[in-house]
């Protein structure tokens, strides 16, 4: 499998099944999706995910529909919603099956959530993720260890600490040498330097970061 990241906002996902797993899936893609959650019975977890019910700046909310879903159900349920991703999270292994085939048929990316290892094409695998804001290490171990995906992803998440300030103010810093009309070379050394600066890294906030990178800047052009 490939890893590739996607853009999930205008979207809208469907996940079939509120238990533990469901509730997890939603919360992963409730961070930029519209989710709609359909469920004879919802974990308590659920509860959490309220505050997404209505739609927030990112134009993400969540909604839950108690309905209990039979694999005669599912196509109904597509054509409901139109979803860009489907996720099969039920603990009934004839309705996944189900879901998965009514997806597949229609070209709808699918998430087999009890399924790991060997999958069918157009299938998708959701990683385990390490993030700080906007910057994301994403984790996978072709389904065959989800104990060993969490392990690095724990081993990561220390790493990943102010790299969202970094990039904010790297991502400032190319702009404003492009509109210097810095050469791109210099301008690839100079941010170099920076990413590479343990005094960045270690800045105090964000405007104390962009302080150091000046200066490195300087030091370097």
Sequence with gaps: MIPLFHD???????????????YRKARRFAREAT??????????EFEELGEHRQSDE??????LVRAHVSPGD????????????VVAATSDDECNAAI???????????????RSGERESGSVVVPATARDGDVVVA????????????????RIEPELEGAETV??????????LKRRDVPPHERRDAVRAVV?????????DEKSAREEADAIVERVL
Excluded: Q, Y
Excluded at 197 to 204: G, K, Q, R, T, Y
């Design 196 to 204: 590479d600066s343990d005094a960045v890294w270690n800045a105090e």
């Design 74 to 85: 599912v196509d109904s349920w597509l054509d409901r919603t139109e979803p860009a991703l």
């Design 139 to 154: 984790v996978g171990t072709g389904g065959r260890s989800p104990a060993l995906s969490k392990e690095l992803r724990k």
């Design 35 to 44: 989710v709609v959650v359909v469920g004879a019975e919802f974990t308590d």
């Design 100 to 114: 998965e085939r009514a997806a597949s048929e229609r070209g709808i990316l699918v998430n087999r959530a009890d």
């Design 8 to 22: 999930f906002r205008g979207e809208r996902v469907l996940v079939f099944g509120g238990g533990r797993v469901g």
């Design 167 to 176: 990039a904010a103010v790297t991502s400032d810093l190319r702009e404003a």
């Design 58 to 63: 990112r134009g993400a909310r969540t909604s």
